[in-house]
Nanobody, 121 residues
Framework: QVQLVESGGGLVQAGGSLRLSCAAS????????VSWYRQAPGKERELVGI???????NYADSVKGRFTISRANVLNPVYLQMNSLRPEDTAVYYC???????????????WGQGTQVTVSS
């Protein structure tokens, strides 16, 4: 079983920065990709960005130039550096990992429990 744990959320003023972490635990063969999502109250969960096993990244237009996804090693842990935060960035942030448990098995999706980010104006 794979568990994802996000950390680093909190309350910050507009223009400030936060860094979120996503750490995977358990026994698995490889993490193929890690994505960050967020969900604001009353809104659908949306993709913030993704990092692949080759280190390539893609971001939602709303966060390009402000947010950066990085990795320590083999996508565990993965970080979301958030700069120039805006009140509209307020949401619960979730990480999602596509994990191959064994070398011959199919990849599976796993979700963390989420961490709250609140940006005050």
């Amino acid at each position: 079983q794979v568990q994802l744990v996000e950390s680093g959320g909190g309350l910050v003023q507009a223009g400030g920065s936060l860094r979120l972490s996503c750490a995977a635990s358990g026994t698995f063969f490889r993490i193929n990709a890690v994505s960050w999502y967020r969900q604001a109250p009353g809104k659908e969960r949306e993709l913030v960005g993704i990092i692949g096993s080759d280190g390539s990244t893609n971001y939602a237009d709303s966060v390009k130039g402000r947010f950066t996804i990085s990795r320590a090693n083999v996508l565990n842990p993965v970080y979301l550096q958030m700069n120039s935060l805006r009140p509209e960035d307020t949401a619960v942030y979730y990480c999602n990992a596509v994990v191959r448990i064994t070398s011959w098995g199919q990849p599976r999706n796993y979700w963390g429990q989420g961490t709250q980010v609140t940006v005050s104006s």
